[in-house]
């Protein structure tokens, strides 16, 4: 029988087109040398060709190999339509119980992206064989079936090197980390001997979970199995010692490499950039030998990052001076840093080269230059680039929105919100988070409600709003219904949605349940957010030792603490009158952490001496203020005064307080009383004289109690 005869006419049809399917040759390859020399390889095309337009009488054998080559270039050119055509030759032949063949076909389709197909010819198969097995997982993992995966791993006979491997390399690709090392260790524990390629999988894997001491064990065991030779292994190696900031051994490593590519390069380069070594990353960006768009970013980054803006423009006019021009993510950087630093020359030269470079058409783009202008209070500028840019873009909007409502703006952003054609999470949150901050928590309360109606599910940065909304309000009912949504929707739980949830049960008078849900997160955090919230609630509602006990216990955690901390301290010493203690903690802001005093810790100090009956200390302490004293510091210091019956300070007080604020008719009625109690009653008699005739005004008190 002639196997060739039954070759379809559709398939002899199709042989004549395989030149139109034939890569174009690059202008830097010579092509005479592709036509002399019988050496090369031949192109995936040519094993098509030569299988349908081959002689009739070949030997059986030597049709299965081109059938196998056919197959393998379909596979390389993706062409699953020829590669249909093959496997209905290879039915009518007979062939299609042959293992090498059908394994050619399934590494097509899985390659193809044709899974089902793939996976019923494997299921067609009498025996598992290992090769077929591996071809099908290498499918399930480049599609991100990683169930279909592992259900089939975990049935594979006779495990190999490249069943695991594939097997791991899957897992870390799709940030399944813990199980990827997990099934390294099992490969271990079955003593097959990882190769290269799974060690630099299971190196990125414990990149992102282990410490110093695993990237010491994983260097250590591709140094006894020969593996560090292979750049790719070593690479991914002084890529973790960084990631650990174990700089020393990563340098160490780089310089026993023979020869670095350009990967091994930016990476130690982006070691130095993101610990903050920004010098050491010059001096070592000046040794590579040949630089990238990746190298002249990561540096320019580095200087960006610290605010070295100057430095990084220098840096980005010599990259431009080499030819090579920045890319998008270089652009959106930089100019997102101008935003935040408020460097608007800096942000609009940023601008310039976006739209010379044609990066301003890109809608992500767009918004990050919104954002900018916002952020610098251009807000005209800001609706200009809006109005520049395409309408059907939800990040651009949620930019503008965000803006207006940065800049206190809330009403021109609720107009906008209503105009968005499609509104997101973000939209929502943004609008959610600026009634929440303009003091307006019902309508933020309201909108949320609204959110949760259209069948929006918030997420983190919404809750922080709504529990900031519901803590100013202080209902306790609401506040337990919004804890109750966070856990029933399994919103993860940042540190600042824990103290946000800490904050309310405070705010709201359960300080009882604050305290449990910080016991519940303490040893999770990595932000002194949660602790500021108890130690803040704690002091607020009286039990300054507790909050001074949680404060002591900060240290141990090596989290940073910042001035938010010092302000609940220092009210809990106030509420216990531990004047010495609140004096040592107030020195210790800027001798032990660094922290420069705000207005609001001079406040609380002058607080704590004023109750004390310190006067001349809170009055000398004011005196010592780098700023201008405000009506809370001034009028805290003439209550005390009136405590304390010190009528010479708090004439002085009052004074001072009404050149800060004319009208503060408080301040003026307190110096009446203080006369009033010293017996002087002409002069509190003129005082409440000066009160009627100026027509100043004393404001209502007011309760926050519902």
């Known amino acids: 029988m002639n196997i060739v005869a039954l070759r379809p006419k559709s398939l002899l049809r199709f042989s004549t087109s395989f030149s139109s399917i034939r890569p174009q040759i690059p202008k830097w390859v010579s092509t005479e040398t592709t036509k002399t020399s019988p050496l090369l390889p031949l192109h995936p095309e040519d094993h098509l060709r030569a299988l349908f337009n081959g002689r009739n009488d070949r030997k059986p054998l030597d049709y299965e190999l081109a059938i196998v080559s056919a197959l393998k270039s379909c596979s390389t050119l993706l ?48 025996v598992l064989d290992s090769v077929s097995c591996n071809i099908m997982l290498a499918g399930h993992v480049k599609f991100g079936c990683l169930d279909d995966a592992r259900r089939l791993f975990d049935i594979i006979p006779h495990k190999g090197c490249i069943s695991y491997t594939t097997m791991i390399m899957g897992l870390a690709q799709n940030s399944f980390w813990g199980e990827a090392i997990k099934v390294f260790k099992d490969m271990r524990f079955e003593d097959v001997i990882p190769n290269e390629v799974t060690m630099s999988s299971v190196i990125s894997a414990y990149s992102h979970l282990g410490g110093v001491w695993d990237c010491r064990m994983l260097h250590a065991l591709a140094n006894k199995l020969g593996l560090q030779v292979f750049v790719l292994v070593s690479t991914n190696l002084v890529h973790m010692y960084c990631v650990c900031l174990s700089l020393h051994d990563a340098r160490s490593l780089f310089d026993e490499m023979p020869e670095p590519n350009i990967v091994s390069w930016n990476v130690m380069l982006n070691g130095y950039s993101k610990a903050g070594f920004v010098d050491l990353a010059r001096d070592f960006f000046k040794r590579i030998p040949t630089r990238d768009v990746v190298s002249w970013g990561t540096i320019i980054d580095g200087y960006v990052q610290l605010g070295r803006l100057a430095e990084a423009f220098t840096m980005l006019r010599a990259m431009l001076s080499t030819g090579l021009g920045p890319n998008e993510v270089m652009i959106v950087n930089m100019i997102s840093v101008c935003g935040q630093s408020m460097a608007f020359g800096e942000g609009q ?48 909007w949620n930019a503008l929105i965000a803006g207006l409502v940065r800049n206190g703006m809330i009403d021109h952003a609720r107009q906008l919100f209503d105009e968005m054609p499609e509104r997101d999470v973000i939209s929502w949150s943004s609008m959610i988070s600026g009634y929440s901050q303009s003091e307006q928590p019902n309508i933020a309360l309201q909108l949320f409600h609204e959110m949760i109606a259209c ?116 009210c809990a010493c106030c509420h216990a009158g531990l004047v010495e203690e609140g004096k040592q903690h107030f020195k210790s802001m800027k001798n032990l952490y660094d922290i420069e005093p705000t207005i609001k810790h001079y406040g609380c100090m002058v607080d704590l001496l004023g109750r004390a009956g310190k006067l001349e200390e809170a009055e000398e302490i004011i005196g010592s203020m780098p700023m201008e004293a405000d009506v809370v510091i001034w009028g805290t210091l003439l209550a005390a005064c009136r405590t304390h019956g010190n009528t010479e300070i708090g004439q002085r007080a009052a004074e001072s307080l009404a050149r800060v604020e004319p009208s503060h008719g408080g301040g003026r009625v307190l110096l009446s009383s203080i006369y009033a109690d010293a017996g002087r009653w002409e002069e509190a008699f003129l005082e409440r004289q000066a009160i009627r005739s100026q027509r100043m005004t004393r404001s209502p008190g007011y309760s926050g109690v519902v």
């Open 349 to 396: 030269l940023f601008h310039g080269i976006t739209v010379k470079t044609g990066f301003d058409c890109y809608n992500f783009v767009q918004a990050t230059i919104i954002h900018f202008y916002a952020a610098c209070q251009r807000v005209d500028f800001a609706r200009l680039q809006f109005e520049l840019g395409r309408k059907d873009h939800a990040p651009s």
């Open 79 to 126: 062409v699953v339509s020829q590669g249909q055509q093959i496997h209905s030759l290879v039915f009518k032949s007979g062939l299609d119980s042959n293992i090498f063949i059908g394994n050619s076909l399934i590494n097509m389709y899985a390659k193809c992206g044709f899974i089902n197909d793939a996976q019923s010819i494997f299921d067609s198969c009498s």
């Open 455 to 570: 069948g929006f599910n918030p997420n983190e940065i919404t809750m922080v709003s709504v529990l900031s909304a519901i803590a100013t309000l202080g209902i306790l009912r609401e506040g337990r219904w919004a804890h109750e949504l966070i856990r029933n929707n399994a919103i993860p739980l940042n540190d600042n949605l824990s103290a946000a949830i800490i904050d309310m049960y405070a705010k709201c008078g359960s300080i009882k349940t604050a305290l449990e849900e910080f016991h519940q997160i303490r040893d999770k955090t990595t932000s002194v957010s949660p602790w500021n919230a108890i130690i803040c609630g704690l002091a607020m509602h009286g039990k300054a030792d507790l909050s001074l006990q949680i404060f002591s216990e900060l240290p141990k955690q090596k989290i940073r603490l910042n001035g938010i901390t010092f302000t609940g301290v220092l």
